[in-house]
């Protein structure tokens, strides 16, 4: 199993609720991400953790709130969203590794949400 | 933190070997090359990666020159499936990030 499952597939949310978008993985990976990717731009970097703890924080407003219960879940909590923040959302696993990067990312299908 | 530079698009007629160049002149001596690609606002899909030696997989071929300051990733054969954004990433030294680059669209022609 290969694969990064990401749920919703589609999110509409107002800008005064809360929701919160889901990653899995079951291929004993340590290092999970969240990327945010704007239409016609690549995928920017959101957050990194690894072995379930944050380790990377590309200075994201607060109203986008990570976490990772365990090692084969991360999730991304959203509250207070402004319409820019509209674009897919991305989630990716590879293996936490010390030494020479040398094993691959796998990325999930995304969240394309919406704010209103 | 994106660290390479790749022409923003490209045409490749089907059938044609497609040649996707990549600049990365401020590579570390650890750091790999990867190489990915993005369908029309799916996940990207990982290619192929290398340190500095010549790579092939079922998908393509990276060619990396001696001094590993750029790559060039070869499609064989390329079809109208591999219409897509190519990323080329350094991996970096530090941490688990890959950080994108700006990509070069390919669009194959029938």
């Known amino acids: 199993d290969t694969e990064v499952t990401q749920t919703p597939k589609h999110l509409v949310m107002g800008m005064t609720n809360k929701k919160s978008l889901k990653c899995e993985q079951h291929?004993?990976?340590?290092?999970m991400y969240w990327y945010k990717q704007k239409a016609k731009k690549p995928p920017e970097l959101m957050f990194v953790?690894?072995?379930?703890?944050?380790?990377i924080n590309e200075s994201v407003p607060s109203r986008f709130s990570p976490e990772c219960p365990n090692s084969s879940l991360l999730n991304l909590h959203l509250h207070a969203l402004q319409p820019e923040d509209s674009a897919l959302y991305l989630c990716a696993s590879s293996q936490a590794v010390q030494g020479p990067m040398n094993t691959e990312a796998f990325f999930g299908q995304g969240t394309r949400l919406t704010v209103v | 933190d994106a660290k390479t530079t790749q022409p923003p698009s490209m045409d490749c007629a089907e059938g044609r070997a497609a040649n996707l160049p990549c600049n990365h002149s401020?590579?570390?001596?650890?750091?790999?090359v990867y190489w990915y690609r993005q369908i029309h606002s799916q996940g990207p899909q990982y290619i192929i990666h290398?340190?500095?030696n010549n790579e092939t997989n079922e998908m393509a071929s990276l060619i990396i020159t001696e001094d590993r300051k750029s790559s060039t990733l070869i499609l064989p054969h390329a079809t109208l499936r591999d219409t897509a954004v190519y990323y080329c990433i350094v991996r970096a030294q530090t941490g688990n990030q890959f950080y994108f680059g700006t990509g070069t669209s390919l669009t194959v022609i029938p």
């Open positions: 290398g340190l500095k």
């Open positions: 401020t590579i570390s001596g650890n750091e790999y």
């Open positions: 291929m004993g990976h340590r290092a």
């Open positions: 953790y690894s072995y379930e703890k944050l380790s």
